[in-house]
């Protein structure tokens, strides 16, 4: 995963084997040497990561986060703050503010990388969401990360004690989180359970949690929820084996409670941009396919579906309706297009009303609806067809709400064998159509099978 990193430091020295180190890796780095430069490259530059000493001459490394988290263009980046400090006062004022994550000199950059690894991904996700959402807002609104209360954990651990001061930790932000003493019991309530977060201690004794970790991630159910591990110091391969599993992040013992709440509201965002994606993804999907007027699917889902139901080696034939409301024109003219809007709502649900299940109404266009019917005989779909005019003909549309007028449909039936094109039996129906219309209108016509002798 490559990623756009901003190394912040006043000791030249520092942040060329910052630099060197990450480029290895082949992260495309910059250094800034004080504050001032830091903001004007957060700004300009757009990195992905900002990692920021805390003691400068100019501006220490807090107010600079600040400044960051503080700016429009600037406050969806990730800032992890490397400190020789240790106090918990110095994380405490990292958290206020704003920091993501904490790292301590002597770097380790195995460390680092995971560290890197799991913010870049956060980042990364924040900005699909925005990029996503942005026209759908139509401007760019102020970011405000999520809140996490009443978010669902999880803490997986056989020492019920250490878990509870788990529980304690997570409860200050509102977080709802139970506990599960053994792998069984964590992956059953994993898998029932709305998680937003599951805490695995590495330090069980009775079964494996690594083990756990890999069913999680191949769980279809749990696969997408976040997976910080506590661990002590000496279980650092254990640590970097749980990342290659899949595990999100991790907190040390003995834990700094501040430390693993910012991990943990990290992480739960994390999870909260995902369901952001997926919804705006579905939410956008709907619109490409669906009709906004008659919640009816539109002409581009239905080429598809006829392509699919027509596509070789199906065995079935499908027969098509197109549908065309009489006189549509009138209506409009004589009480205006937000009255013709009502009355093709009402037929859409009409028509919607009376096909089967496995059938597809579709708006094709304008006053003009298609009606999919796969396994459908000519004769069986006429015989609908004929139930779908009259649905219409006697659903009662008022137009003033006082007197009822006549509003009619006019359908045309084509089938056509599996193998043929959708084009084929859309003209067949087409025709039909035409001279329902011609004859009268409000009655249905039939066409020869599309590819019959």
């Not at 254990?238 to 040390?252: C, E, K, Q, T, Y």
């Amino acid at each position: 995963m490559t990623a756009r990193i901003l190394v912040v430091d006043d000791v030249a020295a520092n942040a060329r084997l910052l630099e060197a180190r990450l480029g290895q890796e082949y992260y495309d780095v910059r250094t800034a040497p004080c504050g001032a430069d830091a903001l004007a490259a957060a700004r300009a530059w757009q990195p992905d990561l900002v990692l920021l000493d805390v003691m400068m001459p100019d501006m220490d490394g807090y107010e600079v986060c600040r400044r960051i988290k503080g700016g429009t263009a600037t406050r969806h980046i990730p800032v992890v703050m490397v400190t020789a400090l240790q106090e918990a006062g110095e994380r405490i004022a990292g958290l206020e503010a704003g920091a993501d994550d904490f790292l301590t000199k002597p770097v380790d950059f195995e460390t680092l990388l995971a560290r890197v690894k799991s913010l870049v991904r956060l980042k990364r996700l924040l900005d699909e969401w925005r990029s996503r959402s942005a026209p759908m807002r139509g401007v760019e609104e102020e970011f405000v990360p999520p809140s996490v209360a009443g978010a669902r954990a999880l803490v997986v651990d056989d020492d019920a004690a250490a878990a509870l001061a788990v529980q304690d930790v997570l409860a200050r932000d509102g977080i709802i989180a139970g506990r599960a003493g053994s792998e069984a019991e964590a992956s059953s309530l994993a898998a029932g359970l709305p998680l937003d977060l599951v805490v695995l201690s590495l330090s069980m004794t009775v079964d494996d949690p690594l083990r756990l970790a890999s069913r999680l991630r191949a769980g279809d159910a749990t696969q997408d929820i976040p997976l910080l591990l506590i661990a002590a110091a000496e279980q650092k391969d254990r640590i970097l084996r749980g990342f290659d599993l899949g595990a999100n992040d991790w907190v040390m013992r003995p834990i700094d409670p501040n430390e693993l709440r910012a991990r943990a509201r990290n992480q739960i965002r994390r999870r909260v941009y995902q369901e952001r994606l997926r919804n705006d993804l579905g939410h956008a999907l709907e619109l490409a396919l669906i009709d906004p007027l008659t919640g009816l699917y539109n002409q581009r889902y239905l080429m598809r579906d006829l392509a699919a139901r027509l596509a070789p080696g199906r065995d079935a034939t499908v027969a098509l309706v197109m549908i065309d409301v009489d006189h549509f024109k009138t209506v409009n003219d004589r009480w205006g297009h937000p009255v013709g809007d009502r009355a093709l709502r009402l037929v859409a649900e009409a028509l919607r009303g009376r096909v089967r299940l496995a059938d597809s109404v579709a708006r094709y266009g304008g006053e003009e609806f298609a009606v999919v019917m796969p396994g459908a005989s000519l004769a069986e779909a006429q015989t609908a067809a004929e139930r779908l005019r009259a649905a219409v003909e006697t659903m009662g549309f008022m137009p003033d709400g006082v007197t009822p007028y006549p509003l009619t449909i006019s359908l045309g039936v084509a089938t056509h064998p599996a193998g043929g094109s959708a084009e084929q039996l859309i003209a067949a129906a087409d025709g039909a159509l035409y001279e329902a219309k011609r004859g009268g209108r409000n009655r249905v016509e039939t066409a020869a099978e599309v590819g019959a002798d």
